[in-house]
């Protein structure tokens, strides 16, 4: 079994910034892509950034230029450095990943993390 597992979330004034992490655990034998979502209340989720196996990255057009993501591949862990947070970025994070256990490639998700941004 597999487990992903967010942290870093919070309340923090717009200008400000945070860092999530999320680490992955368990019978793990290689991970793929590893993106990071949020949703809004009331509104559908949004792919936020994405970076591949080899480090390529990606992000929704809301973030570029303030938000960066990473990974510590020796830790099963991607971050997301978030940076110049606007009241508009307020959601519940969430992180997921491609992880190749030894019978299955599948999606897995964290339980999510808050992220508030007061103006």
């Known amino acids: 079994q597999v487990q992903l597992v967010e942290s870093g979330g919070g309340l923090v004034q717009a200008g400000g910034s945070l860092r999530l992490s999320c680490a992955a655990s368990?019978?793990?034998?290689?991970?793929?892509?590893m993106d990071w979502y949020r949703q809004a209340p009331g509104k559908q989720r949004e792919l936020v950034a994405t970076i591949t196996s080899g480090g390529y990255t990606n992000y929704a057009d809301s973030v570029k230029g303030r938000f960066t993501i990473s990974r510590d591949n020796a830790k099963n862990t991607v971050y997301l450095q978030m940076n110049s947070l606007k009241p508009e970025d307020t959601a519940l994070y969430y992180c997921?990943?491609?992880?190749?256990?030894?019978?299955?490639?599948?999606?897995?998700w964290g339980p999510g993390t808050q992220v508030t941004v007061s103006s």
């Open positions: 368990g019978s793990i034998t290689s991970i793929y892509d």
């Open positions: 997921a990943a491609d992880v190749r256990t030894r019978s299955r490639t599948s999606r897995y």
